[in-house]
């Protein structure tokens, strides 16, 4: 058993380390058309196109993330939520690995954070107050980042097991959307490993399109 598990974690390093090199080939004008075109992604997903009627109403609550490095710009996506007077839920990481939210409510309201104890990134936070982990059970949506998702919903996130213990407190209605680059949605079954704490998504939303499964 710990053989195999060793094999998973491997291949799962490999795989995020193939989507970081194709990630950082991308150019700056490249990622900022990526994002804007996630932005307008997003909103038709709001409105209910795409096979989704999502019958949103001002107040209500969506989870989303402030995306960092490589992952495909969010911060339109996160503004489009404010313009609809969405309640929007971001992040709050504590020492790593500590979960929290804080409503985002616009770029300006966003403080750069330092990097781990071990060099990696964090992204940028509200100032916000901090509400408590189960704060997510109040989001009809809960857009997550991936390194890649495949036909079956699963998804390759960051490594440090974050998003497994948060999409355990979402409600059983959210829409679970993983977010990532069009080249990372593999288009069969049982490409990205599965472990028995991962919860699958139910759709994935790339900088150029949605996808139900």
């Known amino acids: 058993m710990g053989e195999k598990c ?6 799962k390093r490999d795989m995020r380390r193939e989507a970081i090199g194709r990630r950082r080939q991308a150019s700056g004008a490249e990622r900022t058309a990526a994002g804007k075109r996630l932005e307008k992604l997003g909103a038709s ?7 989704q009627t999502m019958g949103l109403e001002p107040g209500d609550t969506v989870a989303a993330y402030v995306s960092m490095g490589t992952e495909v710009p969010t911060l339109g996506l996160l503004d489009e939520l404010v313009r609809r007077r ?18 985002y409510c616009g770029e300006s309201g966003l403080r750069q954070m330092s990097h781990t104890a071990t060099g990696g990134l964090r992204p940028a936070e509200p100032d916000g107050k901090v509400l408590e982990p189960n704060a997510i059970a109040d989001a009809s949506i809960v857009f997550i980042p991936a390194f890649a998702i495949d036909l079956d919903g699963t998804r390759l996130g960051r490594g440090g097991g974050w998003y497994d213990q948060v999409l355990k407190l979402c409600r059983s209605d959210a829409l679970k959307v993983g977010v990532c680059w069009d080249s990372e949605f593999i288009d069969r079954h049982g490409a990205v490993p599965r472990e028995p704490h991962d919860i699958p998504v139910d759709a994935v939303m790339t900088d150029k399109r949605v996808i139900a499964l």
């Not at 060793?6 to 291949?11: G, P, Q, S, V």
């Not at 997903?45 to 096979?51: I, K």
Request: proline share 3%; hydrophobic share 40%; net charge negative.
């Open 6 to 11: 060793e094999n998973i974690d491997a291949l």
């Open 45 to 51: 997903l709001l409105d209910g196109t795409d096979g």
């Open 86 to 103: 969405l309640r929007a839920l971001v992040p709050r990481l504590g020492k790593g690995r500590d979960i929290g939210w804080s409503e």
